[in-house]
């Protein structure tokens, strides 16, 4: 699904480990939608018998983040969710050798979550470092896409909200279209979230991506309140090479998934520069 595939160690057996640390992943999530504050909450645990917050990390990772969110914040459930089992195998195991019992991990995929969850019944929704999907032809695929935010506005609870974070530039831009043509307020848009944000739970792509130089790109948004027809019109280009900066010699960070296409990019001006410079 990305580029930057987890390494598996020897022995690793995938069934083995979906069937070791079964007891954190929900192979048939929907039968809770509507119903997840209440029906994972510990019994016989004091207080209100629900959960306070659901947050829906979406393309978890190994789940580092969650990890340390949930341990965090105690009565918010937390929903892990990827679309790749290797995923779900490490994020299950993280959340058990953690001891956290308000993590819930879930193999799906981010058009699933209309089945998965009730409408309003979602408070937050995180999207750390999603596989950027920098082709065209790919692009339905990416998480911020207009259909997937049109999907999250159903299952967010209102004043609720969306939050990106990526190292890639061009799909923080075409991010900002997409909020903008699913009618979302943008709360905060930064172009150095490290600075803006310092105390912020890192990911294990945010650690890794960083060291190799890259800044992190944020963005965050609530749906607009909108009576009227909601309609889908995508409008804005859908290939992420047009929202590469005009100066790419500048770039000194080239986002995972498009070292090729920048290369292309480059060598074609440095032709049309030479071929100027001959006549
Ligand atoms: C680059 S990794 C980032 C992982 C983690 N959030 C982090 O920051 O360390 C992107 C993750 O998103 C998942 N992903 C990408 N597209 C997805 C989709 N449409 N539905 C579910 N998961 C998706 C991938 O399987 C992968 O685990």
Not at 256 to 263: A, D, E, R, T, Y
Not at 265 to 278: D, I, M, S, Y
Request: charged share 20%; net charge negative; proline share 6%.
């Amino acid at each position: 699904m990305h580029g930057m595939h987890a390494r598996l160690p020897k022995n690793f057996v995938l069934e083995e480990r979906l069937e070791q640390y079964a007891q954190v992943i929900e192979l048939d999530p929907t039968r809770y939608a509507g119903h997840w504050a209440e029906a994972c909450h510990p019994l016989g645990t004091s207080g209100t018998g629900h959960y306070e917050r659901i947050h829906v990390d979406l393309g978890c990772g190994k789940g580092a983040f969650v990890v340390q969110e949930a341990t965090r914040n105690p009565e918010t459930l937390y929903i892990a969710l990827d679309g790749e089992p290797i995923c779900i195998a490490y994020t299950a195991q993280h959340v058990m050798e953690a001891g956290l019992s308000n993590v819930v991990v879930v193999p799906a995929l981010g058009s699933q979550v209309t089945s998965i969850f009730a409408p309003g019944e979602v408070h937050a929704i995180t999207l750390n470092f999603p596989t950027p999907f920098p082709r065209k032809k790919d692009a339905a695929k990416r998480l911020t896409i207009i259909e997937r935010l049109m999907d999250y506005r159903t299952i967010l609870a209102e004043g609720s909200t969306v939050l990106l974070k990526t190292d890639s530039y061009p799909l923080w831009r075409f991010t900002q279209t997409q909020f903008d043509l699913a009618h979302y307020q943008v709360l905060w848009c930064s172009d150095d979230a490290h600075a803006e944000r310092p105390d912020d739970t890192l990911t294990e792509y945010e650690q890794r991506l960083c060291a190799q130089g890259a800044t992190v790109y944020a963005i965050e948004a609530t749906p607009l309140a909108w009576t009227g027809p909601l309609k889908i019109e995508q409008t804005a280009s859908v290939s992420l090479i047009d929202y590469l900066p005009d100066d790419l010699e500048s770039l000194s960070y080239v986002p995972h998934g498009m070292q090729g296409s920048v290369i292309n990019l480059r060598n074609r001006k440095k032709h049309e520069r030479n071929r100027q410079k001959r006549r």
